[in-house]
């Protein structure tokens, strides 16, 4: 696919007291306009017109339509194999859950995940060429720790440690998450419904420790392997679709009020601020990106640079009171529109798969050998490994041709139509000139015994070591 740009949108909070100067155009212009700050003294150096432009504004537009703009596309290319990102990034309260899952309880305010699942298995259950495996995860970054949102609580193992890998052992070069658990499912219902489990994870963590959702990064994960069934045992690509729904971006001044939310407003902001280190970093073209610096950016390397086609919908709130937080959030917005990934297509590498395929390779082309053998005037090529039994012929017939049999009739039958035959006659020559030599040793030994035990032999060594050269072959 080569180079993709990354994708940004603004979607604005719908709100009855949005401020006049914050302007959205169809274009995909955002202008804002601020009144000076009568705080700042009369001499007042506040910049005043703030001008963003971004891949498309999404004001008072259905969820449908949300979808249709961002995420259409990138599920399409999910479904031949490419990966894809969306992820929200945005203040607390601005819509990025809305945006992700959206309303939960209203069908028709769902939001791209159910609609991504929904495109997904529409694709598959058409598909009637393709075999298609397909798997959800649920992720939660929380305070530089990693939840499993679909662990089976009733499972007797202790759950795993979870472990970002930087490469995924699929052979992928993807970033994985070790001990994550996928769970396989057929359809559009069994997905929707770890989706809510996920989702009533997230749900329960923030009842417990006071909106927890909205200091926490969720990634969910649909991941698909799909095969062309007419080899279907042997070939199968990759590919997965990540939804992240990230941390509220407000800074810490607001959210810190005791020692927990201070702590989480440091991680939160942390995991932020290394997020848009490596924004900066990749739209500068630094060498260095410093994705290991959060459990946040090692899991999104890949939607950030890498084997990715990546969207993201920042949100934002129109009013007033909460344009510092909406030019920050359109700042970061214009720095990720500078983003570039490089999508491609991803092969499992299973072994097993992988031996298939390279058989049916190498049948594959010995049958374009002999076809061009045939086109060239060369019949009868044999290209198949030799049996036991050639092997042996060919060494009777090597043994034969050093013993000078045949006068030069013998070495037309020595094979020389494929290298790998030419090798097989030398072979040959080496196993004959082997038995040879150790047979002529073994007999001046015999021949040294006979001296020693009564000098009889002596004429018989000297005949035996003078006969090497030719007459030795002889006695094989
Ligand atoms: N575009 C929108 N249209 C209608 N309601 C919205 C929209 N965006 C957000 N909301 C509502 O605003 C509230 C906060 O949104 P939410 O998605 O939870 O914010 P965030 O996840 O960014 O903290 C929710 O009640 C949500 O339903
Ligand atoms: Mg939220």
Redesign the pocket.
């Given at each position: 696919m080569g180079k993709s740009a990354v994708k940004v949108f603004v979607?604005?909070?719908?709100s009855a007291a949005r401020y006049p100067d914050y302007k959205t155009y169809p274009d995909g212009s955002i202008s804002i306009h601020l009144p000076k700050d009568s705080t700042h003294g009369i001499v007042n150096n506040q910049q005043e017109d703030f001008t963003f432009k971004v891949d498309g504004v999404?004001d008072?537009?259905s969820?449908e339509t949300?979808y249709e703009t961002v995420a259409q596309e990138i599920v399409e290319g999910v479904l031949q194999g490419y990966n894809g990102a969306i992820f929200?990034y945005?203040?607390?309260?601005?819509?990025?859950?809305?945006?992700?899952?959206?309303?939960v309880r209203n069908y028709s305010?769902r939001g791209l995940a159910p609609r991504a699942l929904k495109q997904i298995f529409r694709d598959v259950d058409m598909r009637v060429d393709k075999i298609y495996r397909i798997r959800v995860s649920y992720l939660e970054v929380y305070n530089e720790c990693l939840y499993d949102l679909l662990a089976r609580s009733d499972s007797r193992e202790e759950p795993q440690e979870l472990v970002v890998l930087e490469s995924s052992p699929d052979g992928s070069g993807m970033s994985m998450v070790r001990g994550l658990t996928c769970i396989p499912v057929s359809n559009e219902e069994e997905a929707l419904a770890q989706f809510f489990i996920g989702e009533r994870g997230r749900a329960v963590g923030g009842h417990v420790l006071n909106a927890r959702?909205?200091r926490s990064h969720a990634i969910f994960t649909i991941h698909i392997e799909s095969r062309t069934s007419e080899e279907a045992s042997e070939r199968a690509l990759l590919s997965r679709l990540a939804l992240v729904?990230l941390a509220?971006s407000e800074r810490s001044k607001k959210s810190a009020v005791d020692g927990v939310l201070m702590k989480e407003a440091q991680f939160i902001n942390k995991s932020l601020s290394f997020l848009e280190q490596v924004v900066t970093a990749l739209s500068r073209g630094d060498s260095h990106v410093p994705f290991r610096q959060s459990k946040l950016t090692q899991v999104l390397r890949d939607a950030l640079g890498g084997n990715c086609r990546t969207a993201m919908v920042a949100?934002v709130n129109g009013e007033l009171m909460q344009l510092d937080e909406t030019l920050s959030t359109l700042r970061f917005a214009s720095r990720v529109r500078t983003l570039v990934t490089s999508p491609k297509l991803t092969e499992s590498s299973d072994r097993d798969l992988l031996l298939r395929r390279y058989e049916r390779q190498i049948a594959e082309l010995k049958i374009e050998l002999a076809m061009k053998d045939t086109l060239a005037g060369r019949s009868q090529v044999n290209y198949n490994d030799m049996t036991a039994e050639e092997q042996q012929n060919l060494v009777v017939l090597a043994r034969r041709f050093l013993q000078g049999e045949g006068d030069g009739e013998l070495i037309n039958q020595l094979p020389t139509d494929t290298i790998r035959r030419v090798r097989e006659a030398y072979r040959a020559m080496r196993t004959v000139f082997q038995s040879t030599r150790s047979d002529l040793l073994r007999q001046l030994d015999e021949a040294r015994l006979q001296v020693a035990g009564g000098g009889r032999g002596v004429g018989m060594l000297g005949g035996g070591v003078g006969g090497m050269g030719v007459g030795g072959m002889g006695m094989l």
């Amino acid at each position: 696919m080569g180079k993709s740009a990354v994708k940004v949108f603004v979607r604005t909070r719908p709100s009855a007291a949005r401020y006049p100067d914050y302007k959205t155009y169809p274009d995909g212009s955002i202008s804002i306009h601020l009144p000076k700050d009568s705080t700042h003294g009369i001499v007042n150096n506040q910049q005043e017109d703030f001008t963003f432009k971004v891949d498309g504004v999404l004001d008072n537009v259905s969820q449908e339509t949300v979808y249709e703009t961002v995420a259409q596309e990138i599920v399409e290319g999910v479904l031949q194999g490419y990966n894809g990102a969306i992820f929200s990034y945005g203040q607390t309260g601005s819509g990025k859950t809305f945006t992700v899952s959206g309303d939960v309880r209203n069908y028709s305010q769902r939001g791209l995940a159910p609609r991504a699942l929904k495109q997904i298995f529409r694709d598959v259950d058409m598909r009637v060429d393709k075999i298609y495996r397909i798997r959800v995860s649920y992720l939660e970054v929380y305070n530089e720790c990693l939840y499993d949102l679909l662990a089976r609580s009733d499972s007797r193992e202790e759950p795993q440690e979870l472990v970002v890998l930087e490469s995924s052992p699929d052979g992928s070069g993807m970033s994985m998450v070790r001990g994550l658990t996928c769970i396989p499912v057929s359809n559009e219902e069994e997905a929707l419904a770890q989706f809510f489990i996920g989702e009533r994870g997230r749900a329960v963590g923030g009842h417990v420790l006071n909106a927890r959702s909205s200091r926490s990064h969720a990634i969910f994960t649909i991941h698909i392997e799909s095969r062309t069934s007419e080899e279907a045992s042997e070939r199968a690509l990759l590919s997965r679709l990540a939804l992240v729904d990230l941390a509220g971006s407000e800074r810490s001044k607001k959210s810190a009020v005791d020692g927990v939310l201070m702590k989480e407003a440091q991680f939160i902001n942390k995991s932020l601020s290394f997020l848009e280190q490596v924004v900066t970093a990749l739209s500068r073209g630094d060498s260095h990106v410093p994705f290991r610096q959060s459990k946040l950016t090692q899991v999104l390397r890949d939607a950030l640079g890498g084997n990715c086609r990546t969207a993201m919908v920042a949100t934002v709130n129109g009013e007033l009171m909460q344009l510092d937080e909406t030019l920050s959030t359109l700042r970061f917005a214009s720095r990720v529109r500078t983003l570039v990934t490089s999508p491609k297509l991803t092969e499992s590498s299973d072994r097993d798969l992988l031996l298939r395929r390279y058989e049916r390779q190498i049948a594959e082309l010995k049958i374009e050998l002999a076809m061009k053998d045939t086109l060239a005037g060369r019949s009868q090529v044999n290209y198949n490994d030799m049996t036991a039994e050639e092997q042996q012929n060919l060494v009777v017939l090597a043994r034969r041709f050093l013993q000078g049999e045949g006068d030069g009739e013998l070495i037309n039958q020595l094979p020389t139509d494929t290298i790998r035959r030419v090798r097989e006659a030398y072979r040959a020559m080496r196993t004959v000139f082997q038995s040879t030599r150790s047979d002529l040793l073994r007999q001046l030994d015999e021949a040294r015994l006979q001296v020693a035990g009564g000098g009889r032999g002596v004429g018989m060594l000297g005949g035996g070591v003078g006969g090497m050269g030719v007459g030795g072959m002889g006695m094989l």
